[in-house]
């Protein structure tokens, strides 16, 4: 029998689960596969902890996004088949289609096949960090040559992802990021400029780097109080895309910058593009252009064991990262 995670209470890492379940048998419009790596998200923690989008219907399974082979395939399913290379587009229920797990079956249509020049490890660390910034940056945002963004959490995979789709389209990256520590690292993957929040002043330095113009856009999945500095740093006419709620306070709306810059600020999560075919098939198309031609390049901080799923899930909760974790199956 295939071993999978589990959890059937909400908490810390020390309710993930690993157990023996039984082989099943993939569904109508569903294919089967036999995992080889699988991607964490910090969207999988919220999960964990009850404090996500979705609610867990205990016990429940966990994981957006796998790389594998197909091995099954369900009635009704067409253009998949047996043997084919794939990784997961997070398109589903994260309790009904968890992918963490020697075995996991999903939605047929979120099962894509990844370029060849990369390995398992990046298959799993492709779709929810791009896709997440193509939908705000270029296909909300219309970011393009000459304008530039604010990237905060930039060290983050979907920072990262942000930090290469800018330069992609040629616009000037802004990372930022709370300690010294991770400068030269975000210099190196590709940003332009690095502020450091804790020994800068964020919208100084913005107003410096853009000759007093302020950022054409901002990329934010912190919100709380930096939404305030965030709002003085934009452009007149910038739009702030807020994809997350990582800080724990609450998050005061910049009112008087809002209405005077005619700021848009707007909440943005992924599903917005995977559920309109039209936007996932140019997401999907700029996402494969950008690895076939090596602009995006995964970064890949750390891979552990499906044995220490619980040790993997305690990392990403310290901060430390630089980039995807991985778990190899």
């Known amino acids: 029998m295939p071993k999978v995670v589990r959890f059937y209470e909400t908490g810390d890492a020390g309710v993930l689960k690993l157990e023996d379940a039984p082989l099943v048998e993939p569904g109508a419009g569903e294919v089967r596969l036999k995992v080889a790596a699988i991607g964490l998200n910090r969207a999988e923690v919220m999960f964990r902890q009850g404090q996500y989008l ?65 390995t398992p490890v990046e ?35 979907v920072g990262l ?27 190196g993957a590709g940003a332009d400029h690095v502020i450091v929040t804790d020994e800068e002043d964020l919208v100084a330095r913005v107003m410096a780097i853009t000759a007093g113009k302020g950022a054409t856009m901002v990329f934010d999945p912190v919100a709380g109080p930096l939404l305030e500095k965030l709002a003085d740093a934009a452009a007149q006419g910038a739009t702030i895309f807020e994809y997350g709620a990582l800080s724990p306070a609450p998050t ?16 943005y999560t992924l599903f917005e593009i995977v559920r309109e075919p039209e936007m996932l098939a140019r997401g999907k198309q700029f996402v494969s252009s950008g690895l076939e031609s090596g602009a995006l390049k995964p970064v890949i901080d750390r891979t552990f064991p499906l044995e220490s799923i619980v040790e993997a899930h305690r990392y990403m909760e310290s901060n430390l990262q630089q980039g995807k974790i991985v778990v190899t199956v």
């Open 161 to 187: 992802a942000a930090i290469q789709v800018a330069k992609y389209v040629g616009a000037t990256a802004i990372a930022a990021t709370r300690g010294a520590g991770k400068k030269d690292f975000l210099l």
């Open 54 to 118: 979705e609610t867990p219907k205990l016990p429940s399974r966990i994981g957006y996004e796998a790389a594998g082979i197909v091995d099954a395939v369900g009635p009704g399913v067409s253009g998949i088949k047996v043997g084919d290379r794939v990784s997961t587009i997070p398109s589903f229920s994260v309790g009904d289609y968890g992918v963490y797990g020697e075995s996991a079956i999903v939605p047929a249509y979120a099962a894509v096949p990844y370029p060849g020049v990369l």
């Open 252 to 267: 005061p709306f910049p009112l008087f910058a809002a209405l005077g810059k005619g700021l848009s600020v707007r909440g």
């Open 123 to 157: 298959g799993a660390a492709i779709w929810m960090q791009y896709l997440t910034a193509f939908g705000a940056l270029v296909e909300f945002g219309r970011l393009q040559k000459g304008d530039s963004v604010v990237i905060t959490a930039a060290s983050s995979s």
